[in-house]
């Protein structure tokens, strides 16, 4: 297939993109460094054992450059392996990165090197496992997806089975890392209980970078069993979009943790009576958790269906921001054991966290959990205002008050997660 070239007399011929098949990493590399807009880098079916990949190119937004296995699922990264992934419009899909060895740090990063960072590249269609009898807790902390740079995608993805200390998909931010990256239609599978912290599925910032705005979008994904601590996703930047994803099963949270001005809209929690099961947590500012379903989750204190966490005085930038202008509109909670508390007192940081929530609003939210104590509070209820709760439980938890209807049986929609075969890659069969 022909390139375009300029001719000695600088008339163009046409250029079309090629495929290049490669069967062994040294090919690979000369192939990403012969790369062309548009062109597909073909890998072998087979394994791939202790490969370092450098993608490093420059494609266009209409003609990007694909790194892809030849048959999706069946080129599969072993061992001391990792990706990395820099410039611009590059693509990556289909690879499967089978029990990766922490000793080469983290296995999947949107960067080559700190001075060469990707921005609107995707990785799409990938995997990365580990099976149990492989990986220990002891094992080096490590991450499995770090995104730098910025505008960059991860969907249609499946991880799971992740062991060791690190979050499985990290957004980092600071300097030339500005976000903007959108998390979609993947599969979070199991995950067991770290002990410790550092056992997110997700963190979008850290507590150094907290006040960026990062503008990233985690949407119409799939956490089962997400059990590695209590922050399954944990926020910490700014202005950031958790929109229509599953929780099954999941012993955490999505926690607000650090951060102002994010959206939690339209995602689902179904705890099925599972022990420790939890919904969404609040702190910080300017906050919106709209439409979300709550059911069955059985956590108490930082894992119950919805709570609202006490600001401390002066906070430093790890500590717990004061809840103020949250509203909380239209959210449905049913057969919850803790569904609200509002004051809970962090530990862990100096001094006394004793702020409560100032100028936030419930509205039109109901709940339906007649085995429970619908609120429990802990602190000053003064700058809460609600407006047209519909709540039915076996007690109330503070005095009738206007803005809320109780005890009328409110009339609830329920719903499904998402179903397995709608999210992750198309070739994941197991």
Same mark, same amino acid.
């Given at each position: 297939?022909?390139?375009? @070239?300029?001719l000695?007399?600088?008339?163009? +011929?046409?250029?079309?993109?090629?495929? /290049?098949?490669?069967?062994?990493?040294?090919?690979?590399?000369?192939?990403?460094?012969?790369?062309?807009?548009?062109?597909?880098?073909?890998?072998?079916?087979?394994?791939?054992?202790?490969?370092?990949?450098?993608?490093?190119?420059?494609?266009?937004?209409?003609?990007?450059?694909?790194?892809?296995?030849?048959?999706?699922?069946?080129? @599969?990264?072993?061992?001391?392996?990792?990706?990395? @992934?820099?410039?611009?419009?590059?693509? /990556? #899909?289909?690879?499967?990165?089978?029990?990766?060895?922490?000793? !080469?740090?983290?296995?999947?990063?949107?960067?080559?090197d700190?001075?060469?960072?990707?921005?609107?590249?995707?990785?799409?269609?990938?995997?990365?496992?580990?099976?149990?009898? !492989?990986?220990?807790?002891?094992?080096?902390?490590?991450?499995?997806?770090?995104?730098?740079?910025?505008?960059?995608?991860?969907?249609?993805?499946?991880?799971?089975?992740?062991?060791?200390?690190?979050?499985?998909?990290?957004?980092?931010?600071?300097?030339k890392?500005?976000?903007?990256?959108?998390?979609?239609?993947?599969?979070?599978?199991?995950?067991?209980?770290?002990?410790?912290?550092?056992?997110?599925?997700?963190?979008?910032?850290?507590?150094?970078?907290?006040?960026q705005?990062?503008? &990233?979008?985690?949407?119409?994904?799939?956490?089962?069993?997400?059990?590695?601590?209590?922050?399954?996703?944990?926020?910490?930047?700014?202005?950031?979009?958790?929109?229509?994803?599953?929780?099954?099963?999941?012993?955490?949270?999505?926690?607000?943790?650090?951060?102002?001005?994010?959206? /939690?809209?339209?995602?689902?929690?179904?705890?099925?009576?599972?022990?420790?099961t939890?919904?969404?947590?609040? @702190?910080?500012?300017?906050?919106?958790?709209?439409?979300?379903? +709550?059911?069955?989750?059985?956590?108490?204190?930082?894992?119950?269906?919805?709570?609202?966490?006490?600001?401390?005085?002066?906070?430093?930038?790890?500590?717990?921001?004061?809840?103020?202008?949250a509203?909380?509109?239209n959210?449905?909670?049913?057969? &919850?054991?803790?569904?609200?508390?509002?004051?809970?007192?962090?530990?862990?940081?100096?001094?006394?966290?004793?702020?409560?929530?100032?100028?936030?609003?419930? #509205?039109?939210?109901?709940?339906?959990?007649?085995?429970?104590? /619908?609120?429990?509070v802990?602190?000053?209820?003064?700058?809460?205002?609600?407006?047209?709760?519909?709540?039915?439980?076996?007690e109330?938890?503070?005095?009738?008050?206007?803005?809320?209807?109780?005890?009328?049986?409110?009339? !609830?929609?329920?719903?499904?997660?998402?179903?397995?075969?709608?999210?992750?890659?198309?070739?994941?069969?197991?």
């Amino acid at each position: 297939m022909m390139r375009f @070239i300029s001719l000695l007399l600088g008339l163009p +011929l046409i250029l079309q993109a090629v495929d /290049v098949v490669v069967t062994n990493p040294a090919g690979l590399e000369a192939a990403i460094k012969a790369a062309q807009p548009g062109d597909r880098i073909v890998l072998r079916e087979g394994e791939w054992p202790d490969t370092v990949v450098k993608f490093k190119g420059k494609g266009t937004v209409d003609a990007p450059i694909t790194l892809r296995a030849k048959v999706p699922g069946k080129t @599969i990264f072993t061992g001391a392996s990792a990706l990395r @992934i820099g410039g611009e419009y590059l693509i /990556v #899909e289909g690879l499967w990165f089978q029990d990766p060895n922490p000793s !080469v740090g983290d296995t999947l990063e949107f960067r080559i090197d700190s001075k060469t960072l990707a921005s609107n590249c995707r990785l799409t269609g990938c995997a990365v496992t580990l099976n149990s009898d !492989v990986g220990s807790k002891e094992d080096k902390e490590s991450r499995w997806v770090g995104l730098y740079g910025e505008s960059n995608r991860v969907d249609h993805c499946l991880f799971q089975g992740k062991l060791t200390k690190g979050t499985t998909l990290v957004v980092w931010l600071g300097d030339k890392n500005v976000g903007r990256h959108v998390i979609e239609e993947n599969y979070f599978g199991p995950r067991e209980k770290l002990g410790k912290n550092g056992g997110e599925t997700i963190r979008v910032g850290d507590s150094k970078t907290s006040m960026q705005r990062a503008d &990233c979008i985690v949407r119409r994904n799939l956490f089962v069993k997400c059990n590695g601590e209590a922050e399954c996703i944990s926020n910490k930047s700014c202005s950031n979009l958790y929109q229509d994803n599953s929780f099954v099963e999941v012993s955490g949270t999505l926690t607000l943790r650090h951060g102002n001005g994010c959206t /939690v809209d339209g995602n689902a929690f179904f705890g099925n009576g599972a022990k420790g099961t939890g919904g969404i947590r609040v @702190i910080g500012e300017d906050h919106v958790v709209k439409n979300n379903y +709550l059911e069955s989750l059985t956590g108490d204190e930082v894992r119950c269906g919805i709570t609202f966490m006490m600001g401390l005085p002066d906070s430093p930038a790890n500590g717990y921001f004061q809840v103020k202008r949250a509203r909380i509109e239209n959210n449905t909670l049913v057969d &919850c054991e803790h569904p609200i508390l509002i004051g809970l007192e962090g530990d862990k940081v100096p001094g006394v966290p004793n702020l409560p929530p100032l100028d936030t609003t419930f #509205e039109a939210n109901r709940v339906y959990c007649p085995k429970a104590q /619908v609120v429990e509070v802990r602190c000053d209820l003064s700058g809460i205002t609600w407006k047209d709760n519909q709540l039915f439980g076996k007690e109330l938890g503070i005095p009738e008050t206007a803005g809320i209807e109780w005890g009328h049986e409110p009339t !609830v929609q329920k719903r499904q997660p998402i179903a397995r075969d709608q999210i992750g890659p198309t070739w994941w069969t197991e």
